[in-house]
């Protein structure tokens, strides 16, 4: 079965016909650089080109998957940060399925990379509790239980230091400070320390650009839970949005 997963980021908007027994595209993605100007009808416009695009394999009135760089509350959107200012308090699923005339499943974008990691991802086969974080311009989290997503988790805002987490802990804050992996790791240390005092969890996962060095950073961290690198990089929102369709259809009352 194809579902079309399409990822709403800040520069970008990528979107293909994800396989979902395979865990990946069944066609190249397609990128449209996001609208200078990314109010929600803009977005949406964006969104109808991709759709357009896979006409061909997805068929009408089939359900989407779509994810935004914000949390999703019961399809409203509360805050936004790397989108237009427009779209905080938005009822946007309705505003979608209202402009794309089809069902849409809105979802946190780390929330689907970490359904992604899960089902086909570094954590396939792990059945307890998952946290994913992507270590980027802020830090992004999922949690999964038993393959269940938690949503809209935002544990790079917990206290670190007497600051926000990801204002300590983030790539974009080794790479403002000029930090080496050394010094990085010593400040993901005490993140990951934190973290895992509190949710016990039986795995981390670790996405963002940054992952790709994994090499240079995971194995400084001494914590009592695995933690490896994500293994979908920038496939994992697409694949992880095509999944929570997939999801609203099969179990319709937890939409």
């Known amino acids: ?24 595209f069944a066609e190249s993605r397609l990128r449209i650089p996001t609208p200078s100007k990314s109010s929600p009808k803009n977005v949406a416009a964006v969104v109808a080109e991709v759709i357009e695009n896979f006409k061909d394999q997805v068929a009408d009135g089939t359900r989407i998957g779509l994810t935004i760089p914000a949390p999703v509350v019961h399809g409203r959107v509360p805050f936004i940060a790397n989108l ?8 946007a699923s309705k505003f979608f399925e209202d402009h794309l005339g089809r069902p849409v499943t809105l979802v946190n974008d780390a929330d689907a990379a970490g359904l992604a990691e899960v089902y086909h991802g570094a954590a396939k086969g792990n059945d307890g509790l998952v946290i994913m974080t992507t270590l980027g311009t802020g830090i992004g989290s999922a949690i999964i239980y038993r393959g269940v997503l938690v949503p809209n988790a935002e544990l790079g ?9 990801e204002t300590r802990a983030a790539s974009s804050i080794k790479e403002k400070e000029k930090l080496s992996y050394k010094q990085w790791a010593v400040r993901l240390q005490r993140y990951y320390s934190h973290i895992e005092m509190l949710f ?17 950073f995971l194995p400084l961290l001494d ?9 979908l990089r920038n496939r994992a929102g697409i694949i992880g949005a095509a999944l929570a369709a997939h999801d609203a259809d099969e179990h319709p009352e937890s939409r």
Not at 1 to 24: F, H, Q, R, T, Y
Not at 226 to 231: C, T
């Open 1 to 24: 079965m194809n579902i079309l997963g399409i990822d709403v980021g800040g520069s970008g908007i990528k979107g293909a016909p994800v396989d979902l027994e395979l865990g990946d």
């Open 84 to 91: 237009h200012k427009s779209w905080a308090g938005l009822e």
């Open 157 to 165: 805002h917990v206290e670190l230091d007497g600051s926000d987490a």
């Open 223 to 231: 914590l009592h839970t695995p933690i490896v690198p994500a293994k």
């Open 200 to 216: 016990s969890p039986d795995l981390f996962v670790v996405g963002g650009g940054v992952s790709k060095d994994s090499e240079k």
